[in-house]
C-alpha cells in the first residue's frame, strides 16, 4: 500500500518550480481526453487515426509555439532524453563545448569518446563571449557543438545567446539549446534565435512528467540518429509507441504558460529585498535572470540544514537541481561562478504558475526567522548544520 501523505505535505508552500511545476488543470483535462483514446497512433484503423490526430495536433502546437516545423518536432520522454538525443545526434564529427554550469543531462550526457571543451562562465554565471570567440576560432579545429541552456535551473541566470548564436553562425558550429527551464517562462524561438536544436519538457510549463520534445532547425524533415530504433515512430528518430496523454497535457499546459504568462518579477523582488536584509546572497543578481528564480546563500549555515528547518515550517524549496538523487550537495553552478563555500549554503526558490502573494509573505517571514537564528546554530565543517 502506498503511504498516504501526511498533513505537512498536503498543506506545504510549494516553491519549487524548477523541480517540476504544478500540474495546469487545463493539461489534466487534456490528458484525461487523450487517456479515453483506445488507439495506437500508429495503427492505421479508425482508433488509431483518432489517437494519431491528436498526437499531430499536439505536434503542431509545440512546434508552432517555438518557431518550429512540426516535421522536425520530436517528441521524447522529458529534457534529459531530448538533450542527450542532441548530444549523440550531432556530436559525430564534431567537437563539444559545453557551458560550466549546465545540466548534468549535457554534462554527464555526452558520448563517451567524445572530445569536450568547457566553457568558462563569469561571477554572474554568463558564458564567457570572448572565450567562446576564442574556442570557436581556434584554427584547423573540427566544427563545434555548443550546448548552452537558455535559462540557468539553480541561479535563472540568462545568457546571452543572441551574442552566442551570432558566433556560432559566423564559425559553422551548431548551438543545442536546453530550454527546459526556459520555455514559457521568457521568449524561446528555434530559427530566430539561430539554434540548431532546442530540448523542452512537459512538466517545467505546468504540464504531466514524461513529456518533452527535441526541436530541430530545418524546414523539411531532418535525419537524426535515434537513441531507441523500435518501430520507428517519430519518423525514425525515437521508437516507442508515444505517451499520447503526456504529449498532449504538455502542449495544452505550454499554450496556457504562453497565452497567460505569469508575473512574478514583483514578487520575486520582494521576498529578495527581505532575505537580503536578513543577511542573504543572491546568486546571479548581476545578471538577466528567469522572473520565478532566486538562488539566497546564507552565509555560515548549510543548504541542507536550512532546507531542514524550512520544510518543518511548511515550505518546499531545494538546494540546486532536483536531479540528484535526494543529495544535497555542493553546487557545481555555483562553483563555476566562483562562490566557493556558499556554493553549499544556497537554497533555490523557484515559484509556481499559482504562487499567491501571501505565499511568498509567508516565505519572507520564515526566512527572516531561519537567518535570525544562525547565532544559535552549531558550528560543524563547511558551515553551520
Request: glycine share 12%; net charge neutral.
Amino acid at each position: 500500500m502506498l503511504p498516504s501523505p501526511d498533513d505537512g505535505a498536503v498543506n506545504a508552500v510549494y516553491l519549487d518550480a524548477n523541480a517540476t511545476e504544478p500540474l495546469r488543470p487545463s493539461a489534466a483535462t487534456a490528458m484525461l481526453e487523450a487517456a479515453s483514446l483506445v488507439g495506437n497512433p500508429s495503427s492505421v484503423h479508425a482508433q488509431g487515426r483518432r489517437a494519431r490526430a491528436l498526437l499531430e495536433e499536439a505536434r503542431a502546437v509545440v512546434a508552432r509555439r517555438l518557431d518550429a516545423d512540426p516535421l522536425n518536432c520530436v517528441f521524447t520522454s522529458g529534457g534529459t532524453e531530448a538533450n542527450v538525443q542532441a548530444l549523440h545526434g550531432f556530436a559525430p564529427g564534431r567537437r563539444i563545448l559545453v557551458g560550466r554550469t549546465e545540466h548534468d543531462a549535457v554534462r554527464k550526457g555526452v558520448p563517451e569518446g567524445a572530445l569536450v571543451e568547457w566553457l568558462e562562465v563569469d561571477s554572474t554565471g554568463q558564458v564567457r563571449l570572448d572565450l567562446l570567440e576564442e574556442t570557436l576560432a581556434r584554427p584547423h579545429a573540427l566544427p563545434a557543438l555548443v550546448c548552452l541552456m537558455l535559462a540557468n535551473n539553480e541561479t535563472g541566470v540568462l545568457h546571452p545567446i543572441a551574442e552566442v548564436a551570432r558566433l556560432c553562425a559566423r564559425y559553422g558550429a551548431h548551438l543545442h539549446g536546453d530550454a527546459v527551464q526556459a520555455v514559457g517562462r521568457i521568449d524561446v524561438a528555434l530559427h530566430a534565435q539561430g539554434f540548431g536544436s532546442l530540448a523542452c519538457s512537459g512538466h517545467k510549463l505546468g504540464g504531466p512528467k514524461g513529456a518533452g520534445a527535441l526541436l530541430l532547425a530545418g524546414p523539411a524533415p531532418r535525419a537524426l540518429a535515434p537513441l531507441f530504433v523500435g518501430g520507428g515512430q517519430e519518423q525514425g528518430r525515437r521508437g516507442g509507441t508515444q505517451a499520447l496523454p503526456a504529449i498532449a497535457g504538455m502542449a495544452r499546459a505550454l499554450e496556457e504558460a504562453l497565452d497567460a504568462p505569469a508575473d512574478h518579477a514583483s514578487l520575486r523582488d520582494r521576498f529578495e529585498k527581505a532575505a537580503c536584509q536578513a543577511g542573504a546572497i543572491v546568486c546571479g543578481a548581476g545578471a538577466p535572470r528567469l522572473a520565478n528564480t532566486s538562488c539566497l546563500a546564507l552565509p555560515g549555515l548549510r543548504a541542507q540544514g536550512q532546507l531542514m528547518r524550512l520544510d518543518l515550517e511548511g515550505f518546499c524549496v531545494s538546494a540546486g537541481s532536483a536531479c540528484s538523487s535526494g543529495k544535497v550537495a555542493f553546487s557545481h553552478v555555483l562553483e563555476a561562478m566562483g562562490l566557493k563555500d556558499l556554493a553549499g549554503q544556497a537554497i533555490r526558490v523557484s515559484l509556481p504558475w499559482n504562487v499567491r502573494q501571501d505565499d511568498v509573505e509567508r516565505f519572507a517571514a520564515a526566512y527572516a526567522r531561519l537567518a535570525a537564528g544562525r547565532a544559535n546554530a552549531v558550528p560543524v565543517a563547511g558551515g553551520m548544520a
